[in-house]
């Protein structure tokens, strides 16, 4: 049954007792009832790989996933502290790479569940999960609040992907507390100064879908340079606003006095890779000590191509495409 996809809307003890012990590959449970009906035939789902919930959940999660179990989408609704911590604390014990995306989905506030018994419960749930090795968890957010990324501070998180800039801007200080984050994926729009504080652990930065100004992209790669290490930094397809987009005398000076620190970086150890560039990109990268470049497209090699020869520290470029 690895290639079929439930969906279960309204399920029933009976309903879930037909899927015991077989081989399904992916299930979507519409409901919070499916869920609780389901779940002490979860473990029996030895092939089970993507699970989808919706609904309400509160409470500790009580779910025990299948270790074949390599996603858990968490489409619509909301959740405790309390459940989500137990879920990921679940995860964290399957030791092997596991994604755990948060659509549109909620994390009730504080006040909601504040009584003595919750809280206690509530800061045993935190001290097990700080305890826990979460280098292994793959965590997508799409639209996130300050109560859940609260529950991500000082953790051991290894892969965090933000699907919007204001979850960006909500994550920007527990960032820094994500000693063991490696990858960080960002999508959206991203103006000013780039304020996010990063880990020292982080080795690749990965900007997805959006646009971004110079000022910002110039100011994040003065950062990457700041770690010290070897980090790589992808631009997908990602676009830098042209100059004329922002072009105000404040912002002309921030610019040019980022541009001068740019220049003083080394930037040996930085690993960029572009799939679409365009010339106002590539303009930034002029009389860096960039080391290593990796242009997807024939596209970009052509828009580089007269700054390719500032680049006088660069010791390796790869190219894609037909030259």
Same mark, same amino acid.
């Given at each position: ?78 959740? #405790? ?9 679940? !995860?964290?014990? $399957?030791?092997? /790479?596991? +994604?755990?995306? %948060? @659509? ?59 699907? #919007? ?9 527990? !960032?820094?507390? $994500?000693?063991? /984050?490696? +990858?960080?994926? %960002? @999508? ?73 620190? $740019? ?61």
């Amino acid at each position: 049954m690895s290639n079929i996809e439930i969906l279960v809307d309204s399920g029933s003890n009976e309903l879930f007792e037909i899927f015991r012990d077989t081989s399904i590959r992916i299930l979507d449970l519409r409901t919070a009832d499916c869920v609780s009906l389901t779940s002490d035939i979860f473990p029996t789902l030895i092939k089970l790989e993507t699970l989808y919930l919706r609904g309400t959940f509160m409470g500790r999660c009580d779910l025990q996933m299948p270790s074949s179990l390599n996603c858990i989408s968490l489409q619509t609704g909301e959740c #405790t502290s309390k459940w989500l911590c137990s879920l990921l604390i679940n !995860l964290s014990a $399957l030791g092997h /790479l596991v +994604k755990c995306e %948060l @659509w549109n989905f909620e994390l009730q506030s504080h006040e909601e569940d504040c009584d003595a018994d919750s809280n206690i419960h509530e800061c045993d749930l935190r001290s097990k999960l700080l305890a826990c090795d979460m280098s292994n968890i793959e965590i997508l957010v799409d639209s996130g609040s300050n109560e859940l990324f609260e529950i991500f501070r000082d953790t051991s998180i290894g892969i965090l992907a933000l699907r #919007t800039a204001d979850s960006v801007s909500q994550i920007s200080d527990i !960032l820094k507390t $994500l000693i063991k /984050l490696k +990858k960080l994926y %960002l @999508w959206r729009t991203f103006l000013s100064r780039c304020d996010l504080e990063l880990p020292a652990s982080l080795n690749c930065i990965s900007l997805q879908t959006g646009e971004c100004s110079s000022e910002w992209l110039c100011s994040l790669l003065i950062k990457l340079c700041a770690l010290g290490h070897r980090v790589k930094c992808e631009l997908f397809n990602f676009v830098v606003q042209s100059r004329g987009e922002d072009c105000g005398a404040d912002s002309n000076i921030h610019v040019s006095d980022l541009r001068y620190k $740019l220049l003083e970086c080394d930037m040996s150890n930085i690993d960029i890779l572009v799939v679409h560039g365009s010339k106002e990109l590539f303009e930034i990268f002029r009389d860096t000590s960039v080391g290593i470049l990796a242009l997807r497209t024939a596209d970009s090699v052509s828009q580089i191509s007269d700054i390719l020869k500032t680049l006088i520290k660069l010791k390796k470029l790869y190219l894609w495409g037909p030259l």
